[in-house]
């Protein structure tokens, strides 16, 4: 009887000391809020956190709410990847195309040109012509031009271009930057978010110390929106002009050239008619060559044919010297040698 009133009593006081634990760590779960709100959870994000200096029974009614950080859903992308968004109709494209041109009347040409682009609502991003060659004002002329044209005139452009002139080349390219666009729209978002909520913040601000950490979050929040508007503003102006390059070449006379499916004698007379067409033209620069230098040329000619008068006189001079006749002999008769016997 003494041994179970023991262990009875043992029970007991096992039973007690586990419901006073527990009253213990209930007392103090309630006791992490006493403080009226002013101090956070510990199992809380540290990202929540208020900034250091601003004052936390004011800040943590917002920054107990959410990170400012965070990143934000754009409308409708809920369920969508970003590889997902601006594909098909919405899709965010950038075209870019070359196209290399030749003409026999490169003033019309040119004029064509800019009547053409201004058709279509484009306009010149930058033009460059070299006019004329460096011996001659009336030589050949070269010109670049990049023109930005509505994307949605952007066929309809190239196909009129290319009824201007002969076209040599036309390449053409593209690149969906959708990904990047929508990256971009959702930081921007998200910093317009943070900087709404550290301007209402300023308002309630008490102390110099908030004031200043806020007014610099919210100088890098504009900081951050100027950034990504400017990325939106540039994709939004690659994306609605295409871009076309043009390269228009002045020539005698258009190429001809006739690809391998042509049969042989299509493509011999082809290959000589082009040969003679270049003899020719080679022929001419080198007379247009000597004309433009021909005051150069006759003094050189004239240096050349003194230099070669004094060397023919000093080699002849040079030859006299080593070709000179011994002098005779002056020895006295009777004086000379006998043979002996």
Known sequence: MKKRGLLLAALLLLLTLLSACAAGSSAGGDSIFSGGG?????????GTMP??????SMDFEYWGEAEPDAPMEAPGSAESSPGQVYTGENAKLIQRAELQLQTTDFPAAEGALSTLVSAHGGYFESSSVQGGGYYDEQAAR??????????DRYEVFLNAAGGLCHVVSLNRSSENVGEAYFDAETHLRTQETKRDRLLALLERADTMESIVSLENALSEAEYQIAMYSTDLRRYDSLVDFATVTVYLDEVLQVDTYTGPADSLGVRMSSALSEGLDGT???WSNFLVWCAYHLVGLLVTAGILAVAA????RYRRRRRKLFTRPAPPDQTPPGTGSFPQK
Do not use: H, Q, T, W
Not at 51 to 56: C, I
Not at 142 to 151: A, C, L
């Open 38 to 46: 002013s101090a956070s959870s510990p199992g809380a994000d540290a």
């Open 51 to 56: 900034p250091d200096g601003m004052n936390s």
């Open 142 to 151: 070269y010109g670049v031009y990049v023109i930005r044209v509505p994307k």
């Open 280 to 282: 020719r033209e080679a």
């Open 309 to 312: 008068v004094l060397l023919l």
